[in-house]
């Protein structure tokens, strides 16, 4: 097997990006209850950098977070939808925008990123994301490898 070795900074880095604003897309959003018993969102957000790649990161939608919920609407167009006191997680599937992203410190599992807040931009500041071909599948990912088993 041949590799490029890394360094610790460097694999850390590969998992963890630094404190800003990214663009993002929602690949995924599903309804469930929080611990304390309490309705959410629970998104998977690719966060792009600016070569196209991107790292994961989940983000949970709660009521009692009122700020981040209707900024989520806003910077991901379903203002009107916010409006009616409903929301699904199926409605953020595919939306993309701009976030804050933010670093949670913890000894126990690593430095771990986190979206602080969605960023509402007007039509004109918005700008397209900066994707790579994407492989949305474990099948089309693996296309082509031989897998020895």
Sequence with gaps: MKYTPKSEEEIKSAFCLPEGEYPFEISAAEDTVSKSGNDMIKMTVRVFK???NFNLV???LLASMEYKLRHACEACGLLDKYE???LNGSDFIGKEG??????????????????KDYVVQKDGDKKPLPKKDVKNTVA??????????
Excluded at 98 to 115: C, P, T, W
């Design 98 to 115: 701009m976030l804050k992203l933010a670093i949670r410190k913890s000894d126990q599992y690593g430095d771990q990123n986190q979206v």
């Design 58 to 60: 989940t983000d949970y």
């Design 84 to 86: 009616t006191g409903v």
């Design 140 to 149: 089309e990912a693996l296309e082509g490898d031989e897998i020895p088993f």
């Design 50 to 52: 600016a070569d196209g």
